[in-house]
């Protein structure tokens, strides 16, 4: 069992960034592919970033490529994090972390076997 809790989110202008954390217990994460997922209102969740279980593989949503988004995990404190940068209005959502066993990042959340409780992001104009 993975307890996940995320935090960082917050209020920022368009333009500014936002560090994500999310903490992990009750078990180790090195052996689970991790994932950040947003999900705005009236919305579908998405996947944003994933990660594998050494860090060297990492798979982002379009919307937020290009450096403008960057996920990283520290398997000894047990927390992954999602760096945004550059954002924007359109980034607003609640962004949530994820835990899947199995070696592949994978973009459903169907695929994830457990959730954090999300931390709200609110990008003003």
């Known amino acids: 069992q993975v307890h996940l809790v995320e935090s960082g989110g917050g209020l920022v202008q368009a333009g500014g960034s936002l560090r994500l954390s999310c903490a992990a217990s009750g078990s180790t994460i090195s052996s689970y592919v991790m994932a950040w997922f947003r999900q705005a209102p009236g919305k579908d969740r998405e996947f944003v970033a994933g990660?594998?279980?050494?860090?060297?593989?990492?798979?982002y949503a379009d919307s937020v490529k290009g450096r403008r988004f960057a996920i990283s995990r520290d398997n000894a404190k047990n927390t992954v994090y999602l760096q945004m940068n550059s954002l924007k209005p359109e980034d607003t959502a609640g962004y949530y972390c994820?835990?899947?066993?199995?070696?592949?990042?994978?973009?459903?959340?169907?695929?994830?076997?457990?959730w954090g409780q999300g931390t709200q992001v609110t990008v003003s104009s």
């Open positions: 990660i594998g279980w050494s860090g060297i593989a990492t798979f």
């Open positions: 994820a835990a899947a066993m199995g070696r592949d990042i994978r973009l459903g959340s169907g695929a994830y076997d457990y």
